[in-house]
């Protein structure tokens, strides 16, 4: 039996979460943070009900970052999936609030978006809980460096994926 087939035998949900992960530029350099549980990090969280990429990115780029931004876009027109059951079924890991979406998705579908930095508005950063620390701006190269490293722990093909759009932006 293959995979698809096995998903729908245990009632596993054929549906992704959208989400946007942010690269924010100024002067060629991106705008990160330190994520608690993975490290140098770009902003970016999931694409609510009723929202589209756009308005999910101004809000992330806000909540997570304290960022304004402008000229929004996709920066690839390919989106990775990152399939919960698959990782789990290798023996990988995911989040605990992921572990908690299981019951209603399959993973994530990743939308890369770039855009334009405009200025710093912290009135609402932080309010989910998941802000970035020690917000700054890095070079592709310093982004790239970090990222393979944290490939080598985390989701690899997904690491390369990511890498692949910042040598595009």
């Known amino acids: 039996m293959d995979y698809l087939a096995l998903l729908k035998e245990a009632k596993i949900p054929n549906k992704w979460r959208p989400r946007v992960e942010l690269y924010i530029l100024k002067e060629g350099k991106i705008l990160v943070g330190?994520?608690?549980?993975?490290?140098?990090?770009?902003?970016?969280?999931?694409?609510?009900?009723?929202?589209?990429?756009i308005t999910a990115s101004k809000q992330?780029?806000?909540?997570?970052?304290?960022?304004?931004?402008?000229?929004?876009?996709?920066?690839?027109?390919?989106?990775?999936?990152?399939?919960?059951?698959?990782?789990?079924?290798?023996?990988?890991?995911?989040?605990?609030?992921?572990?908690?979406r299981m019951k209603y998705f399959r993973g994530i579908k990743h939308h890369y978006m770039k855009a334009d930095?405009?200025?710093?508005?912290?009135?609402?950063?932080g309010s989910e809980g998941d802000a970035l620390k020690r917000i700054k701006f890095v070079s592709k190269q310093e982004l790239i460096r970090a990222y393979e490293k944290q490939g080598k722990v985390f989701?690899?093909?997904?690491?390369?994926?990511?890498?692949?759009v910042i040598k595009s932006l």
């Open 155 to 164: 989701d690899p093909p997904q690491y390369a994926f990511r890498i692949k």
């Open 60 to 100: 992330e780029a806000l909540e997570e970052a304290g960022a304004v931004i402008t000229n929004i876009k996709l920066a690839t027109k390919e989106n990775y999936y990152e399939d919960w059951y698959k990782i789990t079924g290798e023996g990988g890991e995911v989040t605990k609030k992921d572990r908690m």
């Open 34 to 53: 330190i994520h608690p549980e993975i490290g140098l990090h770009v902003p970016g969280g999931g694409v609510e009900q009723g929202q589209n990429l």
């Open 117 to 125: 930095f405009v200025k710093f508005d912290k009135s609402i950063l």
